[in-house]
T-cell receptor, first 113, second 113 residues
Framework: DVKVTQSSRYLVKRTGEKVFLECVQD?????MFWYRQDPGLGLRLIYF???????EKGDIPEGYSVSREKKERFSLILESASTNQTSMYLC????????????FGQGTRLTVV | KQEVTQIPAALSVPEGENLVLNCSFT??????LQWFRQDPGKGLTSLLL?????REQTSGRLNASLDKSSGRSTLYIAASQPGDSATYLC????????????FGRGTQLTVWP
């Protein structure tokens, strides 16, 4: 089974901190994605990556950056955390660009205080 | 931009009922459609994937259909059980070089004993 693992289930950070959310997949997938999920807004795409060292902006990239130095790992970085970035963050991976089947991590609940 | 709508937003039924969840989308040029399940505070689990050349997929008590011409998909759950209680999301991808999923906001299902 494909496994997508997010490094933390719950995080509490202070405003202004630099925050790293890590995601690792074990099936040699090309594509990896970061979403955030908020009540009433659904899932929104932050960034995605088709290959190592490659990244594309999603719908809401402001305040975030990403890093993909290795194929299996995709990191989401909050450069200076703000309270409006309190959310559930979900990482996903898929085999090809057509997203034939997407697999999600268990999510990271981030609270910025 | 692809718009994905799910109706109803919430549904509460007694155990044993057969039920239908609806998903509609604005652009019929889709590649794949997936139905996901999300338990509270957790990530997403893929339930069924319908490729553009297919009309339906079945897995156990779940059946998903796809009608691209009308821009609709339905998820049918037979003989519902309390363990089916979760949020169900549909997602579209267009199979383009962008390779991203467009999500509906989900239907929150409660099955009471």
């Amino acid at each position: 089974d494909v496994k997508v693992t997010q490094s933390s289930r719950y995080l509490v950070k202070r405003t202004g901190e630099k925050v790293f959310l890590e995601c690792v997949q074990d099936m040699d997938h090309e594509n990896m994605f970061w979403y955030r999920q908020d009540p009433g807004l659904g899932l929104r795409l932050i960034y995605f990556s088709y290959d190592v060292k490659m990244k594309e902006k999603g719908d809401i990239p402001e305040g975030y950056s990403v890093s993909r130095e290795k194929k299996e790992r995709f990191s989401l970085i909050l450069e200076s955390a703000s309270t409006n970035q309190t959310s559930m963050y979900l990482c996903a991976s898929s085999l090809d660009r057509g997203l034939l089947r997407a697999f999600f991590g268990q999510g990271t609940r981030l609270t910025v205080v | 931009k692809q718009e994905v709508t799910q109706i109803p937003a919430a549904l509460s039924v007694p155990e044993g009922e057969n039920l239908v969840l609806n998903c509609s989308f604005t652009d019929s040029a889709i590649y794949n459609l997936q139905w996901f399940r999300q338990d509270p505070g957790k990530g997403l689990t893929s339930l069924l994937l319908i490729q553009s050349s297919q009309r339906e997929q079945t897995s156990g008590r779940l059946n998903a259909s796809l009608d691209k011409s009308s821009g609709r998909s339905t998820l049918y759950i037979a003989a519902s059980q309390p363990g089916d209680s979760a949020t169900y999301l549909c997602a579209i991808d267009r199979g383009s070089t962008l390779g991203r999923l467009y999500f509906g906001r989900g239907t929150q299902l409660t099955v009471w004993p």
